[in-house]
């Protein structure tokens, strides 16, 4: 399996990097980092560097594509180079996936039409927009593409991705391996747990109010 991780200025490194460790440790998969230019690429914060190792013209077919969110995308949901590589890419991919507003960048390119999807909680409602329908969950499948909601969910996306191709045992292996068992903190990982005046106030920060 050769999977296209696509990085650009201004993503998520955890959307990326979430997915890159549960694929990485599937034997016999490749994992490429793509990226319009090959080179260093910034997070949001512009303080964590990550290298594409391919440009888009080196990588035009891949069995899996992984798009991931963050602040980065809203420029590149009008640019023509990038939604083209995603749709000819699309085009040979078994599987077409996203983590957080990564969703955003598959509508933009027109591969949701028509789809169930998911992404980031603040944003869900904007995929109508691309002619998908919104809905919740960690991930959503339809058809061949799996759309995973913020940030961590590309993690369980991930997993799910890998029992959808090796079975559950594989799957459960590499989630030992990396020894993923979340026990968080606090009960306040969705808008649906979290207190009213916590969901206000990361919307009013999202927001720059």
Not at 178 to 197: L, V
Request: one cysteine or more; glycine letters at 12%.
């Amino acid at each position: 399996m050769k999977i296209a991780l696509l990085l650009y200025d201004g993503m998520a490194p955890l959307d990326a990097i979430g997915p890159y460790e549960v694929m990485r440790n599937v034997p016999g998969w490749e994992v490429l980092t793509v990226s319009q230019e090959k080179g260093e690429v910034r997070d949001e914060a512009r303080t964590l560097g990550l290298t594409g190792d391919h440009a888009f013209a080196d990588v035009t077919a891949a069995d899996v594509v992984l798009v991931p969110g963050g602040d980065g995308k809203r420029p590149l949901m009008q640019d023509e180079e990038l939604l083209e590589w995603l749709r000819e890419v699309d085009r040979t991919t078994k599987w077409t996936t996203s983590v957080c507003t990564g969703s955003l960048l598959l509508g933009a390119a027109g591969l949701l039409e028509g789809k169930r999807a998911t992404g980031h909680w603040l944003y869900l409602e904007q995929l109508r927009e691309f002619g998908a329908e919104p809905v919740g969950g960690r991930y959503v499948e339809d058809g061949k593409t799996i759309t995973a909601a913020g940030v961590s969910a590309g993690i369980d996306m991930a997993l799910y991705l890998v029992s959808r191709e090796l079975g559950p045992e594989v799957a459960q292996a590499v989630q030992l391996g990396i020894e993923y068992d979340p026990s968080p903190p606090f009960d306040a990982g969705s808008p649906k747990k979290a207190p009213t005046e916590i969901v206000d106030l990361v919307k009013a920060v999202t927001s720059g109010e």
